[in-house]
């Protein structure tokens, strides 16, 4: 059964979807089957892995309203073992469809349910809100990673995430988790990186991942040519930090099942 891992922060700039499409691609080349869902309507999940979001017949949106089978709608990316749930503009109208509908916050939960198996992770880029469909994303997610740049602002919005997470945890999903504070852009040389990664680590200690992203000119270009930093550049620092953080998350699940088995 696959665990859902949502993405979210609502604050802009952090690596939100850099992160979701590299963790995926890390994931797929570590052996596990991954699903990557684009839930963001401006589609940057979905060019990032090299598909015209204009050409998308089934997206995201299809599969929420209930007009295409999501399991049909899935596309192979260039990345091993990761596939591709793909957006469209057109997810703006969810916004609006579901707004009086009856239960409007699990569409995405039930929809999931029906290929959950087929896959080891199913990562979730949100967009940079707190509208319905990242509401839906966290209510049918098991788990949520959080972003958050190493820079002065980088604790600006996390509070108000994590309160929003709360909120869920207790009328949604009662089993939401976190599953790390990732911290990205990180500069070694900066004195302000290594502050906030000590701040964010003394105020949050072991929901931090241990995995820092580094600040890499390679992850900021593999999005224009359409592919993962795992395809782009496998030898670059970048692709090196998130197959590290991969293999932390998986590390982390087997863990956990251990626990519970």
Do not use: W
């Not at 859902?4 to 089957?33: C, E, M």
């Amino acid at each position: 059964m696959g665990k859902i891992i949502a993405i979210a922060n609502q604050k802009g700039g952090v690596g939100k979807t850099t992160s979701a499409i590299s963790i995926g691609a890390a994931l797929g080349v570590l052996d596990q089957r991954v699903l990557l869902i684009d839930a963001d309507p401006q589609a940057n999940a979905t060019s990032g892995l090299g598909i015209d979001p204009q050409t998308v017949e089934n997206s995201i949106y299809e599969c929420i309203i209930g007009d295409a089978d999501l399991m049909e709608s899935i596309r192979e990316t260039g990345s091993p073992n990761l596939h591709i749930l793909p957006s469209h503009v057109d997810l703006v109208g969810a916004e609006i469809e579901l707004i009086n509908q009856n239960n409007r916050e699990y569409f995405l939960k039930e929809a999931l349910e029906k290929i959950k198996a087929n896959f080891d992770y199913i990562i979730i880029d949100c967009s940079p809100s707190l509208g319905i469909i990242t509401i839906n994303a966290l209510t049918a997610a098991d788990s949520v990673i959080v972003p958050v740049q190493c820079e002065f602002f980088a604790l600006e919005g996390l509070g108000k995430l994590l309160n929003t997470i709360k909120l869920v945890q207790t009328r949604l999903n009662k089993n939401l988790a976190v599953e790390g504070i990732l911290l990205t852009m990180y500069d070694p040389r900066l004195r302000l990186s290594n502050q906030v990664v000590e701040e964010v680590r003394h105020h949050f200690k072991n929901l931090v991942f241990k995995t820092l992203i580094h600040r890499n000119t390679r992850l900021g270009e593999a999005p224009s040519y359409g592919q993962s930093i795992i395809i782009y550049d496998i030898q670059s620092k970048g692709a090196s930090n998130y197959i590290g953080l991969a293999k932390e998350i998986i590390l982390k699940n087997r863990k956990k099942r251990t626990k519970t088995s």
